[in-house]
Nanobody, 123 residues
Framework: QVQLVESGGGLVQAGDSLRLACVAS????????MGWFRQAPGKEREFVAA???????TYYADSVKERFTISRDNSKAMYLQMYTLKPEDTALYFC?????????????????WGQGTQVTVSS
């Protein structure tokens, strides 16, 4: 397993942008498929976006398509660029790593998780 650390969350207004980052603490993200998930209070954790280990395949939840972009910087970091944020995007955002490298949409496919970074969007 790899230790993951997220950063970049904050309090913004509707329509603003944020970029989240996920890095491996003391290790590398090379070979891992990576994903972003989020969990709002009282709700289940939900898939947001995923990227394959080579970065050649990306996947998005319908609710964030056209507004969020996932990317990775080879083995060093993964990012989630979020545009046109909405109050319903408010959640704790987690990054996760998948040893199989595919970039999966099911949380159960991921072996390593970060602690999360809070995103709050005010209306």
């Amino acid at each position: 397993q790899v230790q993951l650390v997220e950063s970049g969350g904050g309090l913004v207004q509707a329509g603003d942008s944020l970029r989240l980052a996920c890095v491996a603490s003391g290790g590398t993200l090379a070979g891992y498929g990576m994903g972003w998930f989020r969990q709002a209070p009282g709700k289940e954790r939900e898939f947001v976006a995923a990227i394959s280990w080579r970065g050649d395949r990306t996947y998005y939840a319908d609710s964030v398509k056209e507004r969020f972009t996932i990317s990775r910087d080879n083995s060093k970091a993964m990012y989630l660029q979020m545009y046109t944020l909405k109050p319903e995007d408010t959640a704790l955002y987690f990054c996760a790593a998948d040893m199989l490298g595919g970039g999966e949409q099911q949380a159960a496919e991921y072996e390593s998780w970060g602690q999360g970074t809070q995103v709050t969007v005010s209306s």
